[in-house]
């Protein structure tokens, strides 16, 4: 079980490196490339690391049937490895990932599929609401990062993202998850306790799906990757659009 401040649960909207990415987000020195060939390239590249890479897939196997665990034993967040060594004979991710294959349109009249790929650890047992739309609003823990391992962005307190205002790659991602899980508010010091069964997953996208051009810390055309954790989801009325 994760402790977290109160204040975290009424941040709203979308963190820069998650909002849209603009093509000039660089001050326009990016080299401009062929979107065929970077995105065969990316492909390429996830799955090279799709192949060499699992994750912690027998702990979460092990406690599917647990609600939640006390933090000293399983925390249920998503740990990725090399397959190499002790770990030779672990499933790779490539094995145990869904493909998921997005039009992005180029122009007018032209589109380019892209691939992406996506895990999901745990389902989530809130059954009471329709599936995710990527129009919804979603409370969410996350890790941005690249597939040399950096992490570009971090949240251990969830926060509300409008999908809408995502890239496309993430918002295509959350209709595979469903929320869940209890969020117990301490009264005295404003904490909360998050434990239970909410949903769980990762996702790997091209970089037309993400920060094609490049955004902050992240170079133009680069495959990211997401892990998340889906906690509430919240529909959007048509009338509260941006």
Known sequence: MMKINRLGLVVMGAVVLLGACRNDDNGGGVEVRDPAEVAAEND????EYLSTHFYNYEEFEAYKDSAYVDSTDFDFKIV???????????????????????AVELSADETLDHKMYYLVARQGDNDSIPATKSTD???????????????FDNSNTPVWFNLSNNIRGFREFMPALKSGG????NEEDGTYVISGNYGI???????GLGY??????????????????????REIKEEEED
Do not use: C, H, W
Not at 218 to 227: G, H
């Open 80 to 102: 990725i490895d090399t397959i190499a060594g002790e770990n030779s004979d672990k499933t790779p991710l490539m094995d145990q990932v869904t493909e998921k294959t997005i």
């Open 212 to 233: 094609y051009s490049g955004s902050g810390s992240i170079p133009a055309y680069t495959p990211v990757a997401f892990t998340v954790d889906l906690l509430r989801v």
């Open 201 to 207: 997953g990762m996702v790997f996208m091209p970089a």
């Open 44 to 47: 390429a590249t996830i799955r």
């Open 182 to 185: 209890e969020i117990n508010i």
């Open 137 to 151: 609003s979603t409370l969410v823990r996350y890790k941005g990062f690249l597939l040399n391992d950096f992490i």
